[in-house]
T-cell receptor, first 114, second 113 residues
Framework: KAGVTQTPRYLIKTRGQQVTLSCSPI?????VSWYQQTPGQGLQFLFE???????NKGNFPGRFSGRQFSNSRSEMNVSTLELGDSALYLC?????????????FGSGTRLTVV | EDKVVQSPLSLVVHEGDTVTLNCSYE??????LLWYKQEKKAPTFLFML????IEKKSGRLSSILDKKELFSILNITATQTGDSAIYLC?????????????FGKGTKLTVNP
């Protein structure tokens, strides 16, 4: 079966711009979680979507938002980019968003803000 | 505040050595402890642990959870250069009707030939 697909793989943006990242989960999976990975903080939870509803949110400012479509594909948006937003953004696909079902990660989008 | 602490942060060994990676956690509404291997970008699943004292094993890798002392270890025996990676430990906790993972900062393992 196809894995988790994240696009684009790389992005370079300027401070103040906004960006949209996409995640297509494994077919049949209805939960998509997003994580930010930086060298200093490691992986940090952004939010989780299940059946088009945000069920859980991490401690990130409101500039970080997301949504999920009826086909379970998810997008996250970061507005008014800051240098500190440079990171690897990973999404994780799960059948129902519980560890018993497992989480499969995509290869991520590397965002660089200049 | 929920937190997961891994040690050591980095480790350099020679092929054939045995290594033990540590993970301690303080997580409310704990559900499980997960181990992942991250070589380039996508973390790949290794183990999920929910019960104390039951060792999970996969080839040269094994892991165990102690829910009383709130820690887990990941053992790798007869290390190979292909084991070089960042090993991530995550606590899964229930929150807001769903679940989220709280990750440690990882242990970077380098296996030299």
């Amino acid at each position: 079966k196809a894995g988790v697909t994240q696009t684009p793989r790389y992005l370079i943006k300027t401070r103040g711009q906004q960006v949209t990242l996409s995640c297509s989960p494994i077919s049949g999976h209805r939960s998509v979680s997003w994580y930010q990975q930086t060298p200093g903080q490691g992986l940090q939870f952004l939010f989780e979507y299940f059946s088009e509803t945000q069920r859980n949110k991490g401690n990130f400012p409101g500039r970080f938002s997301g949504r999920q479509f009826s086909n379970s594909r998810s997008e996250m948006n970061v507005s008014t980019l800051e240098l500190g937003d440079s990171a690897l953004y990973l999404c994780a696909s799960s059948l129902a968003g519980v560890s018993g079902h497992g989480y499969t990660f995509g290869s991520g989008t590397r965002l660089t803000v200049v | 505040e929920d937190k997961v602490v891994q040690s050591p942060l980095s480790l350099v060994v020679h092929e054939g050595d045995t290594v033990t990676l540590n993970c301690s956690y303080e997580v409310t509404n704990f559900r499980s402890l997960l181990w992942y291997k991250q070589e380039k970008k996508a973390p790949t699943f290794l183990f999920m642990l929910t019960s104390s004292g039951i060792e999970k094993k996969s080839g040269r890798l094994s892991s165990i959870l102690d829910k009383k002392e709130l820690f887990s270890i990941l053992n790798i025996t007869a290390t190979q250069t292909g084991d070089s990676a960042i090993y991530l430990c995550a606590g899964a906790l229930s929150q807001g009707g769903s679940e989220k993972l709280v990750f440690g900062k990882g242990t970077k393992l380098t296996v030299n030939p």
